[in-house]
Each structure stands twice: as structure tokens, then as C-alpha cells.
């Protein structure tokens, strides 16, 4: 299947749109995204959310993605873009709920998945989680037009809140659906599962060392 | 002659760049390998995908991920080699001078684990290592930053006296614990005996070898082979999103020690990152990877 012949979704999605998806399902995405990589970003996001107040840069309803960012830094507003790639979702694992809700966001994304407790809000508010390639830069930047807004200039590039215009991003694949379903929890349940026999199978190939 | 200040800062400073930008050879080969055997056609896809990123960034000279990783550098010291100017500072200057000119810029990743200060500088940065190895008139320069994706996964654990089965046991358990975090299909390193530090290093010495190679001791070879083999039947799959292309191979090496017995796991992404020169006495730099 080549890119060019894959469905392709225009963000933010609508809650609607979110939960018509499936994990397993591979998609192109355009229109508009917020990422950082920044752990202070999000602690700060979490202290703005549980106090009510509204973002520099709007996410409400929208897609928020775990993806570093490199552009060139103009005085007033983001240059031309360097480089993207994602960085591991897990890291954000108990920030994510808080966000997942009370931003009602309908997409987010990055690498590597969330838990279980991620899982359970974005089943609540219609969000799905897009698996992206990490170390797969180089063609993940060319789906990605402009950085268009930045906030948080106090911070690291890679750390603020970075607005993107996405063209093509991808492919991306969901690898958490609207309706509860993990790629990440079905493959680590069933690998475990799997432990027993694995542990068989390396016993029988081999006779093993004694004590002595 | 000697192996100069001037020599050291540039060749390292190289190193660092070109392995940003390109996957080993031996990865290229891999991929196309796995490719031949995976059925998932998402894992197909996936690989694919990740094959034809290497290649791209390859061509065009674009980093393989924004993730530039701590700069770090195992170097092996012939007793031949003669040395003139103050080597490990050459590395630090030639890191220095190469975060103020690369193109495109470094984003800032190096941080102190004290106060989360990022920049690009840092206590001990870059990271080396340094051993003596044989008669060689030369240094052998192995650069192989690592980035947080595939380095936050690596594990050792203390065992005391224990049987093959326990040692493969918790090497697997910690191989199960990353699941598919670490940007798969990844070079699993794994060292056991010494000490704590030494199966470490062992551990990350064993993800630097190429494909192919085998450990030379068959017994040890066996035991690369199984475990490469267990790990593909948890099923996590290239980026963790299933298949049966989780490592492209487990590299074991070892060392004796005392009855406690450390099991040391590391694990090196897809992208495989690594460069290797040697730099002679004569001056003369031979690109090895």
C-alpha cells in the first residue's frame, strides 16, 4: 500500500469522527495539531486545566501530540521547520487523564501509547491515541507545512506549545480507539500469556548447565 | 608521527554528525531481511516506512530523528598508539564547536539530572569510554549517542548463583518489561558476570556489534540465537504495534566474576545509531562503519 492511497482525516476531528475509527486503522492527517516533548509543558498544562483557565494556545476539543519540534526562531514568530518526530507518550501517563478531560481532546498521539487510565477518558470524551514512527523523521517532517504559532517562549523550542499545519502527516496508525481498545495492552497481555511457553521452548532446544 | 589534538576533535566531531544522519549498512540489510519474513501488513508497513526514512535521510542528509541523544563514545587504545595534545579535551571541543555549526540545529537535549537545566553542555558530556586493547598503533572510535527512547529501558539485575534458565529468565523479563517502547525492531545488548558496572558496559559493547557477527563461543552463540527467537514470539512488533520483527538480534557477552552474577540489558533502536574510525599514528583515518 503506498502512502499516496491512504485515507486521510483533517484535524481537530469531531468526538464523532474520533470513535468512527479503529485501532489498526492507517491514515494520512491534515489540519491543525499542538506538540510539545516537554514535562514541564504538560505539568504546567495540567495547573491551567484544574484551575479553569483556557491555554495560550487553544486545545480545546483538539489534537495534542508528544512530538519535538525543530524551526527556525524568529523574533515574533516560528520560521521555517527543521525537523519532527514523536517522543514516548508513556513518560506523560499521569498528566495525560487530566488533559485527555479536561480539554475534551479528540486526538493525541506520539509514541509507545498510554496506560489504562489514559484509555478510560479518551473512551469518555471520543479520543483516539495515532501511533507515529519514531526515528522516522526525515519523511515524517514532510507531511508537517508550518509551525504556525508558538507559546510558552520562556521555554525550549522543543518544549513549548508548538501550533502545526499538518499536510499528509504520516502514515499514522490508531493505536487506541474511542471505544477502549489498546494495541499496547492486547500485545503486552498476550505476551505475557505467552511467558510460559516462551520459557518451554528455550528449555527443550538445549541441555543446560548443572550446578557444580 | 602521532595521533594529534587537531585529529581527535575533528574525527570525533564527524562521527557524531554522520551517525545522525544514516542507519548501518548491516540495519539496511536487516530490514530487507525482515521485510522477506514479516505477514503483519501493519508491521510490513511499519518497516517499510522506517526503511525508506533511513534512506531518505541518507540522501538528503536529514537527521533520522530529533532526538540527537547523549553523545557518547567507546574508544579502544592500541599500546602502539602515541598520543600528542590533550585527547579528551579534543572530544569536548569538537562536540562544542560541532552544537554551535550543524546544520540543521541540535535541539537541546543534554541535561542536568540535578536540576533539569537543559543545553548543550553538560557535566561529563560527551560520554566515553576508554579500554586497551592489543598492540594497535591507533585509537578505534566507536560514536553511538543515545537517545531517551531506547536508553530508558535498560536494566541490570543482581542474580546470585544462578542456573542458564534464570539468567535467560530475567533477561527475558526485562526484554518483556520494555514491551515495545523502545522504537523496535532494536539490537538487544546483553552482558552477564563481572560486576554491576562491568556487565553494563559489556551489555552496551554487545549492541555495537554488527549483525551477523556471532558470539564466537557456540554455547554463547546457541544462546543468542534462542533468545533472539523468544524475543520475536512476545509478538510487540516494529514500533510496538505488532508482528514478529521485535529485535533483530540479542548479542550476549560475558565475563567471569563471583557467585553474584549481574544480568545487564540494553537496548539500541531501530536506527541502530552508531560510527566507528580508527586514527593511526601515521595520521591516516580509516572510516570502518
Known amino acids: 500500500m503506498t502512502s499516496s492511497s491512504l485515507p486521510r482525516l483533517t484535524l481537530p476531528l469531531t468526538p464523532a469522527a474520533a470513535r468512527a475509527l479503529k485501532v489498526g486503522d492507517v491514515v494520512l492527517l491534515d489540519g491543525d495539531a499542538v506538540a510539545t516533548v516537554g514535562m514541564p509543558t504538560q505539568k504546567r498544562m495540567v495547573s491551567e486545566v484544574e484551575a479553569g483557565r483556557e491555554l495560550p494556545l487553544s486545545l480545546r ?83 508537517v507545512e508550518a509551525v504556525t504559532d508558538c507559546a510558552w517562549r520562556d521555554l525550549i523550542m522543543q518544549f513549548r506549545l508548538n501550533r502545526l499545519r499538518l499536510d499528509g502527516f504520516g502514515p499514522v496508525i490508531v493505536a487506541i480507539d474511542a471505544n477502549g481498545n489498546s494495541i499496547y495492552e492486547r500485545l503486552m497481555t498476550s505476551a505475557r500469556e505467552r511467558m510460559p511457553e516462551i520459557m518451554r521452548s528455550l528449555r527443550s532446544s538445549e541441555n543446560k548447565n548443572e550446578t557444580i | 608521527m602521532a595521533i594529534t589534538y587537531d585529529l581527535v576533535k575533528e574525527v570525533t566531531a564527524n562521527l557524531y554528525d554522520w551517525s545522525l544522519r544514516r ?19 501493519q508491521a510490513r508497513q511499519t518497516l517499510a516506512f522506517m526503511l525508506d526514512s533511513a534512506e531518505r535521510a541518507e540522501t538528503t542528509g536529514k537527521f533520522l530523528c ?62 566515553v569510554s576508554w579500554d586497551l586493547v592489543g598492540e594497535g598503533d591507533y585509537l578505534d572510535i566507536t560514536c553511538a549517542p543515545k537517545a531517551l527512547g531506547g536508553g530508558r529501558w535498560a536494566a541490570v539485575e543482581i542474580l546470585v548463583s544462578p542456573s542458564l534458565d534464570e539468567i535467560e529468565r530475567c533477561i527475558l523479563e526485562i526484554v518483556l518489561r520494555a514491551g515495545g517502547q523502545h522504537c523496535p525492531p532494536v539490537v538487544i545488548g ?23 557477527e556471532r558470539n564466537p563461543e557456540p554455547m554463547v552463540a546457541d544462546m543468542e540465537e534462542r533468545l533472539t527467537r523468544a524475543v520475536n514470539q512476545m509478538g510487540f512488533g516494529p514500533m510496538g504495534v505488532g508482528g514478529a520483527t521485535t529485535t533483530f538480534g540479542v548479542h550476549i557477552e ?5 557467585g553474584f552474577t549481574p544480568v545487564a540489558v540494553s537496548f539500541n533502536c531501530w536506527i541502530n545509531r552508531r560510527t566507528r574510525a580508527r586514527i593511526y599514528n601515521s595520521g591516516v583515518v580509516e572510516r570502518i562503519e
Not at chain 1, 127 to 140: D, M, N, P
Not at chain 2, 254 to 258: D, I, K, P, T, V
Open chain 1, 61 to 143: 476539543d483538539g489534537a495534542f501530540f508528544h512530538m519535538g519540534v525543530s524551526y527556525e526562531d524568529a523574533d515574533d514568530r516560528p520560521g521555517t521547520v527543521h525537523y519532527v518526530n514523536p517522543t514516548t507518550s508513556s513518560r506523560f501517563n499521569h498528566l495525560m487523564p487530566t488533559l485527555i478531560r479536561g480539554l475534551r481532546l479528540t486526538a493525541t498521539g506520539g509514541k509507545g501509547g498510554l496506560s489504562q487510565e489514559s484509555v478510560d477518558a479518551m473512551r469518555d470524551v471520543g479520543c483516539v491515541y495515532f501511533s507515529f514512527v519514531g526515528g522516522a523523521s526525515a519523511l515524517l517532517s514532510e507531511g
Open chain 2, 254 to 258: 560475558y565475563a567471569s566474576g563471583h
Open chain 2, 190 to 212: 546483553v552482558g552477564v558476570g563481572g560486576t554491576f558496572d562491568h556487565a553494563a558496559k559489556l551489555s552496551k559493547d554487545a549492541t555495537l556489534r554488527p549483525f551477523g
Open chain 2, 23 to 41: 542507519i548501518p549498512e548491516s540495519s539496511k540489510a536487516e530490514f530487507r531481511k525482515a521485510l522477506a519474513t514479516e505477514t503483519e501488513p
Open chain 2, 66 to 127: 530529533s532526538d540527537a541523544g547523549v553523545p557518547s563514545y567507546s574508544i579502544k587504545i592500541g599500546s602502539g598508539a602515541r598520543m600528542e595534545g590533550d585527547i579528551r579535551q579534543a572530544i569536548v571541543d569538537g562536540f562544542a564547536e560541532l552544537t554551535r555549526t550543524i546544520q540543521p540545529p541540535l535541539l537541546r537535549f543534554v541535561t542536568n539530572p540535578l536540576t533539569n537545566e537543559r543545553s548543550f553542555h553538560g557535566k561529563d558530556m560527551p560520554l
